[in-house]
């Protein structure tokens, strides 16, 4: 069943299918946290913990060329996820 990422809640399972291919790994979703735009997401999950290789400027950089403005401001969710098969 499809959901809407606005009714993505914990205990939810999310298959991800590995583009080009049949493979697919099962994720629990643990925990949703939504917040009012990249800057709030950063500061509230921390950067190291959305990408410990890149500087938290860096990362703002790097969502911004992904995401408009326009994007940005429907907001953010953190999705806290645990592998369950692969």
Do not use: W
Not at 21 to 36: F, G, Q, W
């Amino acid at each position: 069943m499809l959901r809407a990422l606005e009714d993505l809640a914990a205990g939810d399972v999310i298959r991800f299918r590995i583009k080009g291919t049949d493979e697919t790994c099962d994720v629990l979703v643990k925990r949703v946290t939504a917040y009012h735009d990249f800057e709030a997401l950063l500061d509230g999950e921390g950067p190291s913990n959305v990408d410990p290789t890149s500087s938290r400027e860096q990362q703002i950089e790097n969502i911004r060329s992904i995401y408009s403005p326009e994007k940005e401001v429907l907001g953010a969710l953190a999705i806290e996820i645990e592998l369950l098969t692969v």
